[in-house]
């Protein structure tokens, strides 16, 4: 008690000599985790009180040993997988051992009374752990990657189908259900080398391309776990040292996962391998190694690998040093406008994003955020729409990094009063920005990030339900691409829990910034957050912390969720903070569209006019088709007053918008009347594309005031012919989005674009036998999502 009481007494003095002062908010968070430590240690007391003191200080110790290892990365205890699995055997043995034998414990007279039946239920319980945990991994190794739809494995053809299966079984012999690998090892040591080598051989003399296929189908995670010693050496010495060179991109990228998987801590070499493959990937690949790294959807990513796994400063320095080489090589080309600059197909902007009360609604449960106005974990109209063109930026997929450039001054000079390059500038955006022309593109890859302020636990604890969460959104078409996710600490957490204050929440999301921006030098950045926490100090620092290149943050759009009074700042006054704010380029934002008008009309514009209505148009269905209101904790009454309150405010952002699209852009506005037209299916499908934006904007007549309700524009009128012309362009909108993933009766593929006459064009994915890609011509009705 004393302890608890000096260090309550720390933290009071510490937060005393803030320069911020403390809110009301502050204080009653303190006195509330106060309040839950007295609670809990009384409840402590009166465990031991109750049920005994052996058998309480059991479970107390085996809970302190449980926490510390799941809030212990990094420790000796994680360097390999057989420790863990070895620390959560001996947690279960000594915990079953108090609860069968101790005296006072209520189940002890079992131990003592029939000794062998107790040692029996001890030797039980740590065998099932140790098997649960084993099932557990071996699931996990097994999986197979995940990219985004756009770079999609299942094109790739298998030419080494009988060197697959022989692979396959040998590991399918080595890995057995109930048996250790150790245990196997030391009963059947001959045959278990004999499987080992058949396995490394078989990898040695299959071809580069028949390699390429093996090491991206097989589990290569599972098959490392199983190979012990001196197998597992010469396995990856083989893929990462000798033969990485005939390994494309998405076999080293599968090796450096299964790597990961390992952990790296586990073999001495482990980090020399990564830093071979590295090194050996230069130019657009290394680009693309790192985006696809990121894309998996899981915990593995290539902050991950670089800061958290690699321990040793030198080889991290060697890495980084090799990926600013590449950048300032991919940067030469890029100003001389080379060949090798024209054949890229990725864009050169990162999002980075907030989670809590920008992607998705807190509802105001702390200490998530502070937002009430929607419901619970709903996702905010428009955003992922937004997230969508501001990857897209100026240039489509099959542009140029020359083309991006020239669209950029053509749509700066149009802001400027150019009629004629206004013109050109809306006829370049009719280009579907997903399409594939030549022969070597793939597809765009995404580049998205996630900055959260979530504490990162024990293996992806923390970081499981999010990455679930944004599956569910790529597979509903909503995010264009699978992002990854840079997470914060228990220090920094349980700070902010504590104090209430928010500034180590914001440095420790500037540390993740500057480390993922020297990950990737080679492009600009885009830092969404809210003002509800520490994000607007975090857009400072990362600006600060840039430096010379403060220009590479282009912007960082701050939702406004609370009172701008209420922002977290470090400043002596709010205006000395807006003035620090407009150095750092921050905006603050009532919606997201009004982000994206931001996009559209700054200098140079980050997003195309088209862009524009096409987040608009996604705001609006969002929020008539997927919000469930219903969800509100609310009285019906209020729940109204919100429902329309969050309307009212997305029609004035459309208004907004469409003021520039009609003055700036010379595009028709928004019509809401004509979005609710489409129906609830289009809605979903088209919103999470931004396809067909360009022609139900062009269903309501050039107009110079604001759209919404028909009756707003009694004078807009439509001949005939324009309607039966936009009737149907509607019908060739029913399909997925350009960009999508559809089936087809040749197999699936992603939907390029539909021509006038109803013909859809598709990436198959499947190659030719000359590994060219194959282009399919559809009829509409047989193309389906």
């Known amino acids: 008690n004393q302890l608890l009481v000096r260090r309550l007494c720390l933290t009071r003095m510490t937060a005393s000599l803030s320069s911020q002062p403390k809110s009301s908010a502050g204080l009653f968070q303190e006195r509330v985790m106060t309040g839950c430590g007295a609670t809990a240690i009384g409840l402590l007391v009166w465990v031991f009180q109750k049920v005994g003191v052996l058998f309480g200080s059991s479970c107390f110790l085996s809970l302190i040993l449980v926490v510390v290892f799941v809030s212990s990365d990094g420790s000796p205890l994680l360097h390999a997988q057989e420790d863990e699995n070895r620390f959560w055997t001996a947690v279960a043995m000594v915990l079953s051992s108090a609860v069968f034998f101790a005296a006072d414990s209520p189940f002890g007279g079992v131990g003592r009374r029939f000794p062998s039946l107790g040692l029996i239920l001890v030797a039980t319980c740590g065998l099932f752990i140790s098997w649960y945990d084993r099932w557990l991994r071996r699931r996990r190794l097994s999986r197979s990657l995940h990219f985004s739809k756009a770079t999609s494995l299942r094109g790739r053809l298998d030419e080494s189908v009988d060197a697959l299966q022989k692979v396959d079984d040998a590991l399918s012999r080595l890995d057995h259900l109930y048996i250790p690998s150790t245990v196997t090892r030391l009963l059947r040591r001959r045959e278990t080398l004999r499987l080992e080598r058949l396995i490394i051989e078989t990898l040695q003399d299959a071809t580069a391309d028949e390699l390429n296929a093996l090491v991206i189908r097989m589990k290569l995670g599972l098959m490392i776990y199983k190979l012990k010693d001196a197998g597992r050496t010469d396995l990856v010495e083989l893929l990462a040292v000798q033969r990485v060179a005939d390994l494309g991109v998405y076999a080293r990228v599968a090796l450096l996962d299964a790597l990961q998987q390992m952990p790296l801590a586990a073999h001495r070499r482990a980090e020399i391998w990564v830093k071979n493959v590295i090194l050996w990937t230069k130019a657009e690949d290394l680009t693309e190694l790192k985006t696809l790294t990121d894309c998996k959807g899981d ?125 050109k500038l809306v006829e370049e955006d009719e280009e579907d920005p997903f399409a594939v022309t030549d022969d070597k593109s793939r597809g765009r890859l995404g580049n998205l990030a996630f900055l ?75 830092f969404l957050g809210d003002n509800g926490q520490g994000d607007v100090r975090a857009a400072e620092l990362m600006a600060e912390d840039l430096g010379r290149e403060r ?76 919000v469930d209101w219903s969800k509100l904790q609310d009285a019906d009454h209020v729940r109204d007053q919100k429902k329309a309150a969050q309307r009212d405010a997305l029609l004035a952002a459309i208004d907004r918008a469409n003021r520039a699209l009609v003055h700036l852009f010379d595009l028709p506005p928004v019509d809401v009347n004509e979005l609710d037209d489409v129906g609830v299916v289009d809605a979903v499908q088209t919103a999470s594309h931004g396809g067909g934006a360009a022609s139900s904007g062009r269903a309501a007549a050039a107009a110079t005031t604001t759209p919404g309700a028909g009756d707003h524009h009694p004078e807009v009128k439509a001949d005939s012919d ?40 598709v990436a198959l994915d499947w190659r030719l036998g000359n590994r060219q890609p194959a282009i399919g011509f559809f009829n509409t009705a047989s193309v389906t999502p």
């Open 299 to 423: 915990i593995h990513s290539f902050h991950k690998l670089i800061y958290v796994d690699i321990s040793s400063p030198k080889i991290r320095a060697e890495i980084l040093k090799h990926i600013s080489r590449e950048a300032k090589i991919h940067a030469a080309h890029r100003l001389l406008a080379t060949r090798r600059s024209k054949e890229k197909t990725r864009g050169d902007r990162k999002i980075l994003s907030d989670i809590d009360d920008t992607l998705l609604c807190s509802g105001g449960h702390y200490p998530a955020g502070v937002d009430r106005r929607f419901p619970r974990k709903a996702v905010y109209p428009g955003v992922c729409a937004l997230y969508r063109e501001l990857d897209l930026g100026l240039s489509a997929g099959r542009h140029s990094a020359a083309a991006a450039s020239a669209s950029s001054s053509e749509a700066t000079s149009s802001l400027e009063a150019s009629s004629k390059n206004k013109k």
């Open 452 to 526: 959260s302020a979530r504490p990162h636990v024990y293996a992806d604890l923390a970081e499981r339900s999010s990455y679930a969460r944004f599956r569910r959104l790529v597979d509903q078409r909503r995010l264009h691409a699978m992002p990854t996710m840079l997470v914060g600490d228990l220090l920094s957490g349980s700070e902010m829990m504590v104090s209430g204050d928010m500034e180590p929440l914001a440095l420790k999301k500037a540390k993740n910034f500057f480390e993922y921006a020297s990950l990737y030098p080679e492009f600009r950045f885009v």
């Open 551 to 626: 220009h590479k943050l282009e912007r960082a759009y701050i939702h406004l969720v609370q009172p701008l009074e209420k922002t977290h700042h470090r400043h002596a006054s709010l205006d000395a903070a807006k003035k620090a704010w407009k150095a750092s380029n921050v905006v603050f934002v009532d919606t997201f569209v009004d982000a994206a008008l931001d996009a559209a009309t700054s200098t140079p514009p980050l997003i195309r006019p088209l862009g524009l209505k096409r987040v608009a148009q996604a705001a609006w269905r969002d929020l008539q088709n997927n």
């Open 722 to 761: 324009h309607d039966e012309s936009t009737r149907r362009k509607r019908l060739r909108f029913q399909l997925p989005a350009p960009g999508s993933a559809v089936n087809t009766p040749l197999g699936g593929g992603i939907l390029l674009a539909v021509r006038d006459d109803g013909i859809c064009e």
